[in-house]
């Protein structure tokens, strides 16, 4: 056979290096997944030193299993911090999954989950609250959460239902929820412009940041956070049918409407979940399954799981270089992920393009 | 030689009585379009038939019918006598493979990866691989000789390779049928062999039963012992390759004057085509001129 091996075909696509880098770390998946889960949680011990009081990460890990050097220390790591913290690791989780679940069932690479119009309908419906709410409804603050995770998930069956003409085509998904996007983020802008008043309150919020998210921003995200990052690296398989084009899936017997919509609709509430809470974080969704395919290959099983721990890392990771960059500023953590993720992802884009 | 080709083919155009796969009546097509119109064909066990006739004939559309990937306007498709469009899909997926034209998968995906979710079928979305799964997988990738491939990317694979393991990934469905379309198309003369080559042994070892669309008569005719012909959506020849493939048949629905002649090797039917016929009248008048040249 490898006597016919030299096809046009075989000659344009044969790479120089047969035997895959990705591959060989494929076979040591646990070990990249333990070091990955060990480098998260140092990320998130140093990310709970930091603040106007810096503390050591031995003192964070007294203060953390109930020893605390001084006792103000508990205070400052239970109370203050670790919300923070576990709210940065979760939303980060929740938007690497989402991209890395849209991007395989979209087999396009370059999709994120801003194309499901879930991130500007979370931020339309947050927009209209609070600007509603300055008018003296309830108190807004606390309903923003579950405002912006009904905006979000309405934006994203809005989008697909535009999309649905007897069987949805990803390419058709991509362009539609881009234009809806656009047009929910002019609608906020527009609300903003009209409530001036309410821009002070969510500017940081649309940017994306982590600034003083507390106890009850965490007991709301959990439960949700947990149902869908479950469901979604539960999903993994569908995925991998999906991945090998519709025609092939249907022929493996996977029903491929129900499950691209399924996986959508896991992409839709895990972005919109994260966003209710932290806000418009930009290019997390892109750059984390990116990643996460470098390292491990195309199996969504090791994919999705290695997303969510790189996503977790990286937003912990950016939010410790937000409040350490400027001193005595504490900058939004969606503008940090912004100004690394862009250019890293044009980066990407370059190599993949050679 | 001659003689044993003739005796392979005759099984396979008989009267279907085993019959495992067939479409009644079916009428298919896309959006408003209907491509097929009150088609009948019954494929029979441990048979390997060839779908051809020209571009947007059909053919590629009663196979995808066949697949339950089409939804047929009226009529049905019957696997083992049973309407396919009421079988749960998975359990179709149990017994009828099918290949589609040109398939692509993420250009990372490993060989061993690909075959892998030919298991779906048989575990679906949670259970996880157990000593039959990865036998079925082995197997797979042994037959196709992809073994030695498992851990290359598939952008990595030559045209040949490569479609071997997609060929490997519908055998690890473990299926009694197998439906191909057009499997050589965009593969070199001999990566082509290879693949019929690998689909004929599957028919002939393992009594697969193979219906296969392709574009190539003269490979329909060597690889298939039955060859079915379909211009605008009917059958307008059935038959053994040798019954089917005449200069009749070719300049009436391929427009081409041709001689038949019988393969050296194997006494299969072999078209030499050497002109164009732009209608039957010609056909016949050009095809007698060239009796005597």
């Not at chain 2, 009529?75 to 493979?97: F, N």
């Not at chain 2, 041709?258 to 039957?280: F, I, K, R």
């Amino acid at each position: 056979m490898s006597v016919m091996g030299s096809s046009p075909a075989a000659q344009v696509r044969s790479p120089s290096a047969p035997q895959r880098r990705d591959t060989l770390i494929a076979r040591r998946f646990p070990v990249v997944l333990v070091v990955g889960l060990v480098l998260v949680t140092v990320l998130a011990v140093l990310h709970v030193g930091v603040g106007p009081v810096y503390l050591s990460p031995r003192q964070v890990v007294l203060a953390l299993v109930g020893h605390p050097e001084v006792a103000y220390q508990r205070t400052i790591v239970v109370d203050l911090r670790l919300p923070r913290t576990l709210v940065a690791l979760a939303a980060g989780a929740m938007l690497a999954l989402a991209g890395a679940i849209l991007q395989s069932i979209m087999r396009n690479p370059l999709a994120e989950p801003e194309m499901t119009g879930s991130v500007s309908g979370a931020i339309l419906f947050t927009v209209l609250w609070v600007g509603f709410g300055e008018s003296g409804f309830v108190r807004s603050v606390w309903y923003m959460p579950i405002i912006g995770l009904a905006g979000g998930v309405a934006a994203g069956l809005v989008v697909y239902a535009l999309t649905w003409r007897g069987q949805s085509q990803p390419g058709r998904l991509i362009l539609t929820g881009l234009l809806v996007s656009a047009i929910l983020r002019s609608g906020a802008s527009i609300v903003l412009l009209v409530h001036q008043a309410a821009i002070g309150s969510v500017v940081l919020w649309l940017i994306g940041s982590l600034n003083g998210r507390v106890w009850s921003d965490w007991s709301i995200l959990w439960p949700w956070a947990l149902v869908t990052i479950v469901l979604g690296l539960m999903s993994a398989r569908w995925a991998n049918v999906l991945q090998l084009g519709d025609a092939s899936a249907a022929g493996l017997g996977l029903p491929v409407e129900r499950a691209r919509a399924g996986l959508l609709f896991l992409a839709v509430a895990l972005a919109a979940g994260a966003v209710s809470i932290v806000g418009g974080i930009a290019f997390l969704g892109l750059v984390a399954p990116h990643l996460a395919r470098r390292i491990t290959g195309a199996d969504a099983r090791r994919v999705f799981p290695l997303s969510v721990v790189i996503g977790a890392g990286l937003l912990v990771g950016a939010d410790i270089l937000a409040q350490v960059a400027l001193p005595g500023v504490q900058l939004p953590v969606g503008a940090v992920v912004a100004v690394l993720g862009a250019p890293f992802f044009l980066y990407l884009l370059r190599r993949r393009l050679r | 030689m001659r003689q044993a080709f003739e005796r392979r083919q005759k099984a396979d155009t008989q009267p279907a009585t085993g019959s495992v796969l067939e479409s009644a009546a079916v009428s298919a097509g896309y959006g408003s379009r209907l491509v097929l119109e009150q088609l009948s064909l019954s494929i029979k066990r441990g048979s390997i038939t060839a779908l051809v006739g020209p571009n947007g004939s059909g053919k590629s559309t009663v196979l995808k019918a066949l697949a339950r990937m089409l939804h047929p306007r009226h009529g049905a498709v019957y696997l083992d006598g049973r309407d396919i469009a009421r079988l749960p899909t998975r359990e179709v997926a149990r017994r009828l493979a099918i290949l589609p034209q040109s398939p692509s998968a993420p250009e990372e995906l490993t060989v061993a990866e690909l075959v892998e979710q030919g298991r779906y079928p048989h575990v679906g979305a949670l259970r996880l691989f157990d000593d039959a799964d990865r036998a079925a997988i082995a197997r797979a990738l042994d037959e196709t000789g992809m073994t030695e491939f498992r851990e290359r990317a598939l952008d990595s694979l030559s045209g040949g390779e490569r479609q071997r393991a997609w060929i490997a990934l519908a055998l690890a469905q473990e299926t009694p049928i197998l439906l191909l379309d057009e499997p050589t198309t965009y593969l070199d003369i001999g990566h082509q062999f290879e693949v019929l080559d690998l689909i004929r042994r599957l028919n002939v070892e393992q009594e697969m039963t193979i219906v296969l669309v392709l574009h190539d008569l003269n490979q329909a005719a060597r690889f298939s012992r039955r060859m079915v012909v379909f211009e605008a959506g009917a059958i307008i020849a059935d038959g053994t390759p040798t019954a089917v493939l005449t200069p009749d048949m070719l300049a009436r629905v391929f427009h081409v004057l041709a001689h038949v002649a019988p393969h050296p090797e194997d006494g299969s039917p072999v078209c030499l085509p050497y002109g164009l016929a732009t209608d039957g009248a010609q056909a016949r008048s050009a095809s007698v001129n060239s009796a005597t040249p």
